[in-house]
């Protein structure tokens, strides 16, 4: 069983176009999170979230918007996505508190915005 | 804040040559440290980790990371590589803060086994 999951693997779309990534994750983890990797393998926090608190990269353009139906599941929204937007985004689920030493990720999407 | 850097993005040896890939981090704060593995095509996966005690850590295939704190480095080694290490490898920190869940990348380094 897939630990962490993410739809769809691929995802090619224009520039303008509002997108929408899935992540799910059968671990029972209460926190999970959204990675940016761009095209120079550089991996960077773009919102961690938990059933209490969202914690934004402030970096991060407004245009991305965490949505998480429930704890198993955090999906990622882009509107108005630009060439910029290229990348691979992984999704990440841990515990939390004294032992929420370790990640674990998803198997990326790569997204192409032509 | 966090920082991690991983001065060598490319790392070509020969098969059961050993190897080091080098991480130095800066941190105010304390901090865990992990080394993330990426193989082609896939997402990462924890190789190893620091929380505490000895500063020598080890993975079941054969890596070891070694805690130096009057460095600030967590390099990683391994005697004799295979074939199959060939992968992205990402050094990563954490704050010891309970809460501060966030990891903190380098910008990971290649290495390329050669036959």
């Known amino acids: 069983d897939t630990a962490v999951s993410q739809t769809p693997k691929y995802l090619v779309t224009q520039m303008g176009n509002d997108k929408s990534i899935k992540c799910e994750q059968n671990?029972?983890?209460?926190?999970m999170y959204w990675y940016k990797q761009d095209s120079k393998k550089f991996l960077k926090i773009m919102f961690s979230?938990?059933?209490?608190?969202?914690?934004i990269n402030e970096t991060v353009p407004n245009r991305f918007s965490p949505k998480s139906p429930d704890k198993a599941h955090l999906n990622l929204h882009i509107n108005s996505l630009e060439l910029g937007d290229s990348a691979v985004y992984f999704c990440?689920?841990?515990?939390?508190?004294?032992?929420?030493?370790?990640?674990?990720f998803g198997p990326g999407t790569r997204l192409t915005v032509t | 804040a966090q920082s991690v850097t991983q001065l060598d993005s490319q790392v070509p040896v020969f098969e059961e040559a050993p190897v080091e890939l080098r991480c130095n981090y800066s941190?105010?704060?304390?901090?865990?440290l992990f080394w993330y593995v990426q193989y082609p095509n896939q997402g990462l996966q924890l190789l190893l980790k620091?929380?505490?005690?000895?500063?020598l850590v080890e993975s079941i295939n054969g890596f070891e990371a070694e805690f130096n704190k009057s460095q600030t480095s967590f390099h990683l080694r391994k005697p004799s590589v295979h074939i199959s290490d060939t992968a992205e490898y990402f050094c990563a920190v954490r704050r010891v803060q309970v809460g501060a869940n966030n990891l903190f990348f380098g910008t990971g380094t290649r290495l390329t086994v050669i036959p």
């Open positions: 979230y938990n059933n209490k608190e969202l914690i």
């Open positions: 990440a689920s841990s515990s939390t508190g004294k032992k929420a030493y370790e990640q674990y």
């Open positions: 941190s105010s704060v304390s901090v865990y």
């Open positions: 620091y929380l505490s005690g000895s500063t």
């Open positions: 671990l029972g983890h209460d926190t």
